[in-house]
């Protein structure tokens, strides 16, 4: 059985720096993982597919790496609106999601 | 514009049954694989089930299979949850997804409705 592990839990950033979250599966997942941001009270929202490839209307600040097991979603230069909480997900095999890492000002 | 619209949800004792819908609009409902993803109060993203485009095959999670069923209504654009034998541990918003693939299934999701809250209460 898969699982997923985000960290850290929590990361403080100041806007306009950058944040580095990482995203690790007990088994190789391939390429086959996908990145969610969500804010307080409102669904998820697709960031990142295929490990690398950034969903509609996503800003370039955001971006992908990774394969097999350890994944990294990178936010260039926070703004506001992107202090939220990031999901990893496998779909290698049924569909499971990391812990979560919260993004919090700095 | 492409909308998922959940409803159904409320306070229903332990061993009872509720049924969720989620209405579609803005794509073509019928060519899209669609999944029920749920997140229990303060807590993270689970999986509960997928059904394909056509309905012709649904998978669940382990937590739900044996009482949790998904089926579609492509002639009204309509996803539903039948939920039966609820535990307090069903207890989450539950949220209905659309799969990214048009025709195939990848299992991730890129459309979410603004989901429905589902408590589990004596």
């Known amino acids: 059985e898969i699982v997923m592990t985000q960290s850290p839990a929590t990361l403080s950033v100041s806007p306009g720096e950058r944040a580095t979250l990482s995203c690790r599966a007990s088994?190789?997942?391939?390429?086959?993982l996908a990145w969610y941001q969500q804010k307080p009270g409102q669904a998820p929202r697709l960031l990142i597919y295929g490990a690398s490839t950034r969903a509609t209307g996503i800003p370039a600040r955001f971006s992908g790496s990774g394969s097999g097991t350890e994944f990294t979603l990178t936010i260039s230069s926070l703004q506001s609106e992107d202090f939220a909480v990031y999901y990893c997900?496998?779909?290698?095999?049924?569909?499971?999601f990391g812990g979560g890492t919260k993004v919090e000002i700095k | 514009q492409v909308q998922l619209v959940e409803s159904g949800g409320g306070v229903v004792q332990p061993g009872r049954s509720l049924r969720l819908s989620c209405a579609a609009s803005?794509?073509?409902?019928?060519?899209?694989?669609m999944h029920w993803v749920r997140q229990a109060p303060g807590k993270g993203l689970e999986w509960v089930a997928v059904i394909w485009y056509d309905g012709s095959n649904k998978y669940y999670a382990d937590s739900v299979k044996g009482r949790f069923t998904i089926s579609r209504d492509n002639s009204k654009n309509t996803l539903y949850l039948q939920m039966n034998s609820l535990r307090a541990e069903d207890t989450a918003v539950y949220y209905c997804?659309?799969?990214?693939?048009?025709?195939?299934?990848?299992?991730?999701?890129?459309?979410w409705g603004q989901g429905t809250m589902v408590t589990v209460s004596s």
């Open positions: 803005g794509f073509t409902f019928s060519s899209y694989g």
């Open positions: 997900q496998q779909y290698n095999n049924w569909p499971l």
């Open positions: 088994q190789s997942v391939s390429s086959n």
């Open positions: 997804a659309r799969d990214i693939l048009e025709w195939e299934l990848l299992n991730a999701f890129d459309i």
